[in-house]
């Protein structure tokens, strides 16, 4: 099994701040990583697949980089609405396993 | 714009079988591009993908989790259903179903239906 690490587990920002989420993979998965954001009680919703690609009518100021075993979420100009849960997720061709998350808090 | 809807009884005695039916809406369940999946999420904690299916019946599973889970779909009625068996407290959980878009260049967990608690007690 591939197993995901993510860092920090919590992340303090203030609105207007830039962040940098971090997630290593214990095997190369290529490319093959998505970001996702989760509010209390709502399903994650995807924010960036393929490690770079904002989904449709994600905002600009997300974005994600890296390949192989790390990988990186960025999120600009944090606004109000950023502060949630943040997972890395990856896919290797067989399987699929969830990083165990990053809160960002104000 | 497909839509994913969860049921199935939100309590389940210890040792008993926890069965769930995903409903799919607005596209077709027959389609090559996409595994059906079932992730879930302990109260406080990540979530965990328990397992897949193609359109084909060609299933993947959770090595954890792999002895007591089953997934099977249903085209005629655009479903797809989980059953995992002798289920205990530690499968007290959020269980989500999701589409995994397995496109190269594309590969992704959405959408996701809104998801249902199942509790295991007595």
């Known amino acids: 099994d591939i197993q995901m690490t993510q860092s920090p ?5 203030s609105v207007g701040d830039t962040v940098t989420i971090s ?18 009680g709502k ?17 600009s100021r997300f ?3 890296g390949s192989g075993t790390e990988f990186t979420l960025t999120i600009s100009s944090l606004q109000s609405d950023d502060f949630a849960t943040y997972y890395c997720q990856q896919y290797d061709g067989y399987s699929c396993s969830f990083g ?6 104000i | 714009q497909v839509q ?23 596209g077709s369940i027959n389609y090559a591009d996409y595994y059906w999946s079932w992730i879930r999420q302990p109260p406080g904690r990540g979530p965990e993908w328990i397992g897949y299916i193609s359109y084909t019946g060609s299933a993947y599973y959770n090595p954890s989790l792999e002895s007591r889970v089953s997934i099977s779909i249903d085209k005629s009625k655009n479903q797809f259903s989980l059953k995992l068996r002798s289920a205990t407290a530690a499968d ?12 190269v260049g594309a590969s992704k967990f959405d959408p996701w239906g809104q998801g249902t608690l199942v509790t295991v007690s007595s």
């Open chain 1, 43 to 59: 399903a994650p919703k995807l924010l960036i697949y393929e490690a770079s690609t904002l989904e449709n009518g994600v905002p």
């Open chain 1, 100 to 105: 165990q998350g990053t809160k960002l808090e």
């Open chain 1, 9 to 13: 587990s919590i992340l303090s920002a």
């Open chain 1, 23 to 40: 997630c290593r993979a214990s095997q190369s998965v290529s490319n093959w990583l998505a970001w996702y954001q989760q509010k209390p």
């Open chain 1, 63 to 65: 974005s994600g980089s």
């Open chain 2, 92 to 103: 007290t959980a959020v269980y989500y179903c999701a589409r995994y878009v397995i496109v």
């Open chain 2, 4 to 26: 994913l809807q969860e049921s199935g009884p939100g309590l389940v005695k210890p040792s008993q079988t926890l069965s769930l039916t995903c409903t799919v809406s607005g």
